[in-house]
């Protein structure tokens, strides 16, 4: 095991890849988001310890998304804050900073101890315990505008003292219990640079606390022709062991899924241990990424066809059949379902099994509803219609039930609405309950 010190994150790094977002910072926004009266009242404490010279700075990813962090980081029952920031280009002082708050016996906040940050933005910020530890760790993702990978440093409060305890680089890093021990570890993937060989290496490897040092294991390798990772997701294979779920481009500009899970006591990555046979089997087109479509914790993969149809289409009116897929083990994705998915719309509608290859799709250019036909060996003569759908705006659904469209799902201000044939005959035609229980709405 590999112990974590403070100012070793960029030894040996070799800064290739990582994923990019949009900078999100006050001075950049028409309008500021608004404080609340908590976050005024930290804010008004920070002022007063650092001056008022300061941009706030705001995560890109993750779960804590606002420059105040509100949360227990140490052995009190009470909370603390963490303010992120930089200081204006007029203030003398440069880079970003963390600045931990605490109340006082009178529950006024004030500022503790205020440290540079490693980075010009923040990617993430997790509150967790690393592994068996006592403590709540707080883990904050930098970016700089020089590189690609990300530098993780590790702060802790404790004994109202607030310090780097270990730094690391990373293009990944999600936090779950992927051992089962009932604690969170943190699983990273690097890259870093053979000092012997010159070669770049990807390796995936696990953060937990050990003898009540932070350390970080020799790790696994990650396939060898990505390019890029551009989304993770912590979830469950199908056998119920947690995993992380990595959606990555390779050399061809298409997107794959690697897997990474823990057994024999060690990390796993099956897709690199098998790529033959498992990578063609999770490698599509950008943009269809990984994801829990069913809402069952298992993560699906998708793998996407020609709809029938359009097997000889040209790409601009190409339409997609997509199939999701489950890990099974050994080596094995096992087809869950298949039908459309529209990514714009955020749904999914799974085929029906008798539809099989008697059913294909296309867009009404005018409404923009997903319209399914009964195939007929062309597309152009398919005419019979089955079944529409469509998305909208809560304050116009009204109109569509009015013309003989019901609700199905729903998310936020849109409703997800369908149309069936009045005419029943044809048996391709599904029941609005058979249609309710095959849309998925998707993150």
Not at 33 to 41: C, I, R, V, W, Y
Not at 81 to 94: P, Q, T, W
Not at 306 to 333: C, H, Q, R
Not at 379 to 407: P, Q, W
Request: net charge negative.
């Amino acid at each position: 095991m590999k112990r974590l010190f403070s100012g070793i994150a960029c030894a040996g790094a070799l800064l290739l890849s990582g994923c990019t977002g949009l900078s999100f910072t006050v001075d950049t926004l028409l309008n500021a988001p608004k404080l609340t009266e908590e976050q005024s009242e930290i804010h008004q404490a920070l002022i007063e310890r650092v001056g008022s010279n300061i941009t706030l700075k705001y995560p890109k990813n993750g779960e804590n998304r606002s420059a105040f962090v509100i949360a227990d980081i140490d052995e009190e029952p009470t909370e603390e804050a963490l303010v992120f920031y930089e200081y204006s280009a007029n203030s003398g002082k440069d880079g970003l900073r963390v600045n931990v708050l605490d109340k006082d016996d009178d529950g006024k906040w004030y500022s503790v101890k205020e440290l540079a940050g490693g980075g010009t933005d923040i990617d993430r910020v997790l509150i967790s315990a690393v592994g068996d530890s006592n403590d709540t760790d707080v883990l904050v993702g930098y970016q700089n505008l020089t590189s690609t990978e990300k530098n993780l440093e590790i702060y802790r409060y404790k004994n109202g003292e607030f310090d780097r305890i270990a730094a690391d680089t990373y293009s990944v890093m999600e936090p779950l219990d992927i051992n089962g021990d009932g604690h969170n570890e943190i699983v990273t993937i690097s890259k870093t640079l053979n000092p012997d060989t010159g070669s770049v290496i990807t390796a995936a490897s696990l953060l937990r606390t050990q003898a009540g040092e932070i350390t970080k294991d020799a790790g696994i390798p990650m396939c060898d022709n990505v390019t890029d990772y551009v989304q993770s997701k912590a979830g469950n294979i199908e056998q119920g062991r947690g995993a992380i779920f990595v959606d990555a481009l390779n050399a061809d500009g298409n997107l794959q899924t690697e897997i990474v899970y823990y057994r024999y006591s060690k990390l796993q990555n099956p897709m690199q241990q098998s790529p033959e046979k498992l990578l063609p089997m999770s490698t599509r087109p950008a943009g269809y990424y990984c994801t829990d479509i069913d809402n069952d914790s298992v993560i699906e993969i998708p793998t996407t066809s020609a709809m029938i149809g359009y097997e000889n289409a040209v790409p601009e009116e190409m339409l997609y059949m997509t199939s999701w897929s489950v890990y099974k083990d050994f080596y094995d994705l096992k087809e869950k379902f298949s039908g459309y998915y529209s990514i714009s719309d955020g749904y999914f509608f799974a085929f029906p099994k008798r539809w099989n290859s008697s059913v294909t799709v296309k867009k009404d250019q005018e409404s923009g509803e997903l319209v399914f036909y009964k195939y007929t060996g062309d597309i152009n003569t398919s005419t019979a219609e089955i079944l529409r759908i469509g998305v909208s705006a809560k304050t116009k659904t009204e109109r569509y039930i009015a013309d003989g469209y019901e609700i199905v799902g729903s998310k936020g201000q849109l409703d997800y609405i369908v149309k069936l044939p009045l005419d029943k005959r044809e048996k391709l035609i599904p029941t609005i309950d058979e249609v309710s229980n095959n849309l998925y709405i998707t993150d």
